[in-house]
């Protein structure tokens, strides 16, 4: 078991972190990606796979923020995505206590700032005192919260 310190920016940054979402680390710039179409992402947990479309189809045209959202949530109705300072997050629509995980292969991966050379997953982290992995305190700081957790 041991302790590590964390911080993050903002509060909804901390949620999706203690909750098992993820958070890629691409900002979208103007909220909106190119070149999207045909690219996957491909969640194991819960098990689903985006394909990403264009309009017209198989053309290569932005896709705007709300656009993906509707692709991704279409296609793994169980995910609520959402931005989190300009970058893409990902969590369960309905808190399980399991963590959201994606595989390194899908192609749109390092689009959105996830790894395509190892897995991406969450942790639920459990309520103070209980067992590893566990939030063992938060404070909020002068630009953000400080978190310690406990890992096994």
């Given at each position: 078991?041991?302790?590590?310190?964390?911080?993050f920016q903002s509060r909804v940054e901390l949620d999706f972190?203690?909750?098992?979402?993820?958070?890629?680390?691409?900002?979208?710039?103007?909220?909106?990606?190119?070149?999207?179409?045909?690219?996957?992402?491909?969640?194991?947990?819960?098990?689903?796979?985006?394909?990403?479309?264009?309009?017209?189809?198989?053309t290569q045209m932005w896709l705007l923020f709300p656009d993906?959202?509707?692709?991704?949530?279409?296609?793994?109705?169980?995910?609520?995505?959402?931005?989190?300072?300009?970058?893409?997050?990902?969590?369960?629509?309905?808190?399980?206590?399991?963590?959201?995980?994606?595989?390194?292969?899908?192609?749109?991966?390092?689009?959105f700032g996830f790894s395509n050379s190892v897995a991406t997953?969450?942790?639920?982290?459990?309520?103070?005192?209980?067992?590893?992995?566990?939030?063992?305190?938060?404070?909020?700081?002068?630009?953000?919260?400080?978190?310690?957790?406990?890992?096994?």
């Amino acid at each position: 078991m041991a302790l590590i310190t964390r911080k993050f920016q903002s509060r909804v940054e901390l949620d999706f972190f203690l909750t098992g979402g993820i958070i890629g680390g691409t900002k979208m710039p103007g909220r909106r990606i190119y070149g999207l179409d045909g690219r996957t992402l491909i969640f194991t947990a819960p098990a689903a796979t985006v394909t990403f479309a264009s309009v017209p189809a198989a053309t290569q045209m932005w896709l705007l923020f709300p656009d993906i959202k509707a692709q991704i949530e279409a296609a793994a109705a169980t995910l609520r995505v959402t931005l989190v300072d300009g970058r893409i997050a990902i969590n369960l629509a309905t808190l399980t206590g399991t963590p959201i995980a994606m595989s390194a292969a899908g192609t749109a991966n390092t689009i959105f700032g996830f790894s395509n050379s190892v897995a991406t997953a969450g942790t639920f982290y459990a309520p103070p005192a209980g067992m590893a992995p566990a939030l063992v305190s938060f404070s909020p700081d002068w630009d953000g919260y400080v978190v310690i957790t406990d890992e096994p």
